[in-house]
C-alpha cells in the first residue's frame, strides 16, 4: 500500500491560482497512472486531472487551459497547478494512485475559492 499526502490547499479569491502537491512513499514512475480527483459538497468525487506512466494527460472539460497536472519523479510527487480559480472549483482535492490495479488515496486537501 502507498501513502499519498497532499498539501497546498486554502482559501484563494477567485481569479488566483493555487498549486496542490501530492507526496507518495512509492515510486511513482511505476504507478500505472496518478490522478486528482475533487468534490464538492452535496457533489459525486469527479475525475479532474490523470497522468499515465507514459506522461498522457486527461483532463475534465471544466478546468481544461486552466489546469495542470504534472510529476516530479525524483520528488515522488505529483502537481496540480490551478490558475484562474473559479468558486465551482472549490472541494476537497485528493490524490489518487493506481500500482500493479491497486487504487490508493491520499486524505485530501480543501480548496476554497471566495468569489
Known amino acids: 500500500q502507498v501513502q499519498l499526502v497532499e498539501s497546498g490547499g486554502g482559501l484563494v479569491q477567485a481569479g488566483g491560482s493555487l498549486r496542490l502537491s501530492c507526496a507518495a512513499s512509492?515510486?511513482?514512475?511505476?504507478?500505472?497512472?496518478m490522478a486528482w480527483y475533487r468534490q464538492a459538497p452535496g457533489k459525486q468525487r469527479e475525475l479532474v486531472a490523470l497522468?499515465?506512466?507514459?506522461?498522457?494527460?486527461n483532463y475534465a472539460g471544466s478546468v481544461k487551459g486552466r489546469f495542470t497536472i504534472s510529476r516530479d519523479n525524483a520528488k515522488n510527487t505529483v502537481y496540480l497547478q490551478m490558475n484562474s480559480l473559479k468558486p465551482e472549483d472549490q472541494g476537497v482535492y485528493s490524490c489518487?494512485?493506481?500500482?500493479?490495479?491497486?487504487?490508493?488515496w491520499g486524505q485530501g486537501t480543501q480548496v476554497t475559492v471566495s468569489s
Open positions: 497522468m499515465s506512466r507514459g506522461g498522457n494527460t
Open positions: 512509492r515510486s511513482i514512475d511505476s504507478a500505472v497512472f
Open positions: 489518487n494512485a493506481n500500482y500493479d490495479g491497486l487504487n490508493s
